[in-house]
């Protein structure tokens, strides 16, 4: 792979202090091996209250804080953190909690946009698992609610093994062409904006195992099913920006103008 190539991985993180403590050493540190590519590491702060900022800092990663007038979401982070990360030609994303994430996994993810320059994104595929070992939350509204919409309005998309996985490689040119969804809603807004730009060629799976992650309760499901939902529906023009709005305090199509 070549060396010149630069890639960037951010993690969004609100009060991942425990998460990062055991995520970054896969990178940075000590521990970390040598890359072939120029690496750098992100974490996005959003809204912290914890010591996400200082741990993420002691392993020399580069710290960006969403500021205090955007919302917290995990959109949000990831529109704000890519735009403010360091210039690459190809950024990753993963979520905090993934402790088992390593480089492995991010050359998996980038190798099929180098090999092919029609290739947009590249996927993480799943078998899913929480630290019980129980099939996980994530995959559960995957198979309950994204699945059957994405059947109905996006097909090709349906057929995904982890449509809404958060383990992401994506073309930085790409990042200017889309608008970011907020909150959970982001990972569904980005597959599907990139199928309709360029298709299901332009997306590849690539399997990196079984995730193991945080089990979440049923507060934080009926949230996520709820973002994809209108993540997917308003992707299919079949609810308005004003309809998902009327209730909402923030936006749910992210603002441009957050950026400058």
Do not use: W
């Not at 199928?195 to 009926?222: E, F």
């Amino acid at each position: 792979m070549n060396r010149h190539l630069s890639v960037t991985l951010v993690i969004p993180a609100r009060n991942e202090e425990s998460g990062l403590l055991a995520l970054l050493p896969n990178f940075l540190g000590d521990n970390a091996v040598d890359t072939p590519f120029d690496l750098s590491v992100t974490v996005v702060s959003d809204h912290s209250t914890d010591r996400t900022v200082e741990v993420a800092k002691s392993f020399g990663a580069y710290v960006v804080e969403v500021p205090e007038f955007m919302p917290c979401g995990k959109g949000e982070a990831l529109h704000f953190g890519l735009h403010r990360s360091y210039n690459a030609d190809i950024y990753v994303t993963c979520d905090a909690d993934l402790t088992d994430f390593t480089l492995d996994h991010i050359v998996r993810l980038v190798e099929p946009l180098v090999r092919d320059e029609d290739t947009v994104m590249a996927r993480a595929s799943y078998s899913y698992q929480d630290e019980s070992g129980e099939d996980a939350s994530t995959h559960r509204v995957t198979r309950l609610m994204a699945r059957p919409l994405l059947a109905i309005f996006f097909p090709e998309l349906a057929a995904l093994q982890s449509p809404l996985a958060g383990e992401v490689a994506l073309r930085a040119r790409f990042l200017k062409e889309i608008s970011f969804l907020s909150g959970y809603a982001v990972d569904a807004g980005l597959l599907i904006d990139t199928y309709l730009s360029y298709g299901i060629d332009g997306i590849k799976q690539v399997d990196l195992g079984v995730k193991n992650h945080r089990h979440h309760g049923l507060d934080i499901l009926s949230l996520q099913a709820r973002e994809v939902a209108y993540a997917i529906l308003y992707k299919a023009n079949r609810i308005s920006l004003a309809e998902i709005e009327k209730d909402r305090e923030f936006p749910f199509e992210l603002d441009p103008e957050y950026l400058n």
